[in-house]
Structures are given as C-alpha cells and as structure tokens.
C-alpha cells in the first residue's frame, strides 16, 4: 500500500480550475507537516504549498491567492484546491509528508497537471 497517492489532476483550459487530493497512511499523516511540490519539464522541483497541524499555511508567492492547500484529519487526506490555472502551473505534482519545514521524509509518485493556453 503506498504512504502517499495523489489523485485530480487532469488537462484543464487557461483560468480553470482543478482540485488534487492527497491520501496518506497514518504514520505518515502524523507528520508534521503535508506539503505539495511541484515539478515542470526541465525545471527543478519547487514548494507549492503546505499545512500543519494548526491548519497553518503557507504558499509560494507565485500561487498565493490562487491555490489553497487543506487538510481531513479524520480521512487523512490533503487537498490543493488551484483556481485561475495558468500555463505556467503545468507539471507533476507531488504530495509529501514532512518532519521540518522542506525536511520531507515520504513522496508520492505524483498527479499530471496540464493547463493548456
């Protein structure tokens, strides 16, 4: 069983609007910090969005206002909810579970997301 799998993404139009889940394993969801990346062709990986346990969150300046990042403690589950899509946001996106702040122990194989112009 993987620790981590994500799900939604998909092909969505310029200004669309898409939702990916995150579902984790217990000990995994216990940690820290649920963070998302994101990898584009050609690009290093780079942070997207994560919560705590506080339901504190935090965004990269580039999707701040458009993509929102939750949490379901009693589905352990992690959402990022990305509206007004821009081509820019195509890549793979990949949920991680983390110790530390950018200290990520555990990955998951990653969501296709594809915003076409």
């Known amino acids: 069983q993987a620790q981590l799998e994500e799900s939604g993404g998909g092909l969505v139009q310029t200004g669309g609007s898409l939702r990916l889940s995150c579902v984790a394993s217990?000990?995994?969801?216990?940690?820290?910090?649920m963070e998302w990346y994101r990898q584009a062709p050609g690009k290093e990986r780079e942070f997207v969005a994560g919560?705590?346990?506080?339901?504190?969150?935090r965004y990269a300046a580039s999707v701040k206002g458009r993509f929102t990042i939750s949490r379901d403690n009693t589905k352990n589950m992690v959402y990022l909810q990305m509206n007004s899509l821009k081509p820019e946001d195509t890549a793979v996106y990949y949920c991680?579970?983390?110790?530390?702040?950018?200290?990520?122990?555990?990955r998951g194989q990653g969501t296709q997301v594809t915003v076409s112009s």
């Open positions: 919560i705590n346990w506080s339901d504190s969150e």
């Open positions: 217990g000990h995994v969801f216990s940690m820290n910090f």
């Open positions: 991680n579970a983390c110790s530390g702040l950018a200290d990520c122990e555990y």
